[in-house]
């Protein structure tokens, strides 16, 4: 004898409303549940410290008719440069080459009566750069005016930086810590609220501000050493703080 079972068949439609009621209620739970009262601030600090060090970044540049006389003038001006600055106690690994070319020079005729001309090359440019690290700034003036006595002749530039900020970094989180506790404070009493626990905290990256620069060169400033005013640096850090706000 054989037996049938029959089973209700469940409509797709009603199936899929189910599980899609089911999934959201986790959801719709988390949605209604309350959310903890904040106040969040953002403060700033800023602290400042006289320069140990200076990055001085220039180049020497040579013309001639053929690429192997401009380069040939180019190494020998350099290796003065060079041999100069480890005579005035710069150390191998505070000296590095930052950039050379060789570069075609060429002479654009007149097309204003309609011609078409092509430019005529005449020679070519080798330029040299080289980026020290000057780490006795009293010798800074004197490096700068053997620099160009011997050779360098284009760019230039002087930024004057810390070999170690860590310290100068530190005092300027706390005083960002700070102004950030003290605004949440100031937030909360005018609010009429009570300042609770911190719940996050985030720092920005510290950023020094503007440095002085000194971004020309020419062999005139070879009579004397040059004049160098190093100033100060300031280092900013800012901190994103949120605090909860006690019932």
Do not use: C, H, W
Request: glycine letters at 6%.
């Amino acid at each position: 004898m054989t037996s049938f079972t029959f089973a209700r068949r469940v409509p797709a439609t009603f199936l899929a409303a189910a599980l899609a009621a089911t999934a959201a209620a986790p959801v719709f739970a988390q949605d209604r549940s309350p959310r903890e009262p904040i106040i969040a601030v953002s403060g700033e600090g800023r602290s400042a410290v006289a320069p140990d060090m200076a990055i001085l970044s220039f180049s020497v540049v040579k013309d001639a008719k053929t690429a192997r006389e401009a380069l040939d003038a180019n190494n020998k001006a350099m290796a003065d440069v060079l041999n100069a600055l480890k005579g005035s106690g710069l150390a191998e690994r505070d000296l590095q080459t930052s950039g050379f070319a060789v570069n075609p020079q060429y002479q654009y005729p007149d097309n204003s009566d309609g011609g078409n001309r092509p430019p005529v090359l005449i020679g070519y440019q080798v330029a040299n750069s080289l980026t020290i690290k000057v780490r006795d700034l009293a010798k800074l003036g004197e490096i700068v005016d053997q620099a160009v006595t011997l050779g360098v002749n284009q760019g230039g530039s002087i930024q004057f930086s810390n070999d170690k900020p860590e310290a100068t970094i530190t005092e300027a989180r706390k005083a960002a810590v700070k102004d950030a506790m003290d605004k949440a404070a100031i937030l909360s009493e005018a609010a009429g609220v009570k300042l609770g626990r911190v719940l996050e905290i985030s720092e920005n990256a510290a950023r020094p501000e503007p440095l002085p620069m000194m971004r020309s060169m020419a062999k005139e400033y070879a009579a004397d050493a040059v004049p160098v005013a190093s100033g100060e640096n300031s280092y900013t850090v800012t901190v994103n703080v949120t605090f909860a706000i006690n019932p």
